[in-house]
């Protein structure tokens, strides 16, 4: 779990550099496959990760919602 979650921290953090691509950062996080990467960041964050980028999400050192 501690894996997971730090990785997903990551994600977001990585997310909100410009240029990023959702699929690369899934990828570069340690998913396999993006669908997964997504399911798995809105269960932590409370949403998609393309929202995220958009600014939808909370500060990404929390890691809650």
């Known amino acids: ?3 997971r979650a730090r990785r ?3 994600a977001a953090a990585w997310l909100r550099e410009p240029g990023a691509r959702v699929k690369a950062v899934a990828a570069r ?3 396999a496959a993006p669908s997964h990467f997504n399911r798995a ?3 932590v964050y409370g949403v998609a990760p393309r ?3 958009r600014g939808g999400g909370g500060d ?6």
């Open 1 to 3: 779990r501690y894996l």
């Open 8 to 10: 997903l921290a990551l």
């Open 29 to 31: 996080a340690g998913f």
């Open 41 to 43: 960041f809105r269960a």
């Open 51 to 53: 929202a995220w980028q």
């Open 60 to 65: 990404a050192a929390s890691g809650a919602r």
